[in-house]
Nanobody, 125 residues
Framework: QVQLAESGGGLVQAGDSLRVSCAAS????????MGWFRQAPGKEREFVAA????????YYADSVKGRFTISRDNGENTVYLQMNSLKGEDTAVYYC??????????????????WGLGTQVTVSS
């Protein structure tokens, strides 16, 4: 059974930084892509960032490019999303995702077979 468990969400002020983590269990993910989606209240779920490891590549939504960084703990099935210069519009539930590569388009939900339950990030402006 594959499980993705997010952690690290919380309440921060605009301009602050926050790091959310996702621990994957049940399968070795070295050949899988992992990423993050988010859903704000009253809005559709949207792509945030994704990363593949072989070859190494990262992808970001335009809205977070330059502020967010996705990374992985070497040798561990853990992916991180470092979020800097947070804005009120970043408030959302953040979902960790994993899927089999190669991706045709890493920003699409259908690329990801496994989803976490989400962690709430609230940015007070």
């Amino acid at each position: 059974q594959v499980q993705l468990a997010e952690s690290g969400g919380g309440l921060v002020q605009a301009g602050d930084s926050l790091r959310v983590s996702c621990a994957a269990s049940g399968r070795y993910f070295s050949n899988f892509g992992m990423g993050w989606f988010r859903q704000a209240p009253g809005k559709e779920r949207e792509f945030v960032a994704a990363a593949i490891w072989s070859p190494i590549a990262t992808y970001y939504a335009d809205s977070v490019k330059g502020r967010f960084t996705i990374s992985r703990d070497n040798g561990e099935n853990t992916v991180y999303l470092q979020m800097n210069s947070l804005k009120g519009e970043d408030t959302a539930v953040y979902y960790c995702v994993a899927g089999r590569t190669p991706f045709r388009n890493p920003s699409l939900e259908r690329e990801y077979e496994w989803w976490g339950l989400g962690t709430q990030v609230t940015v007070s402006s």
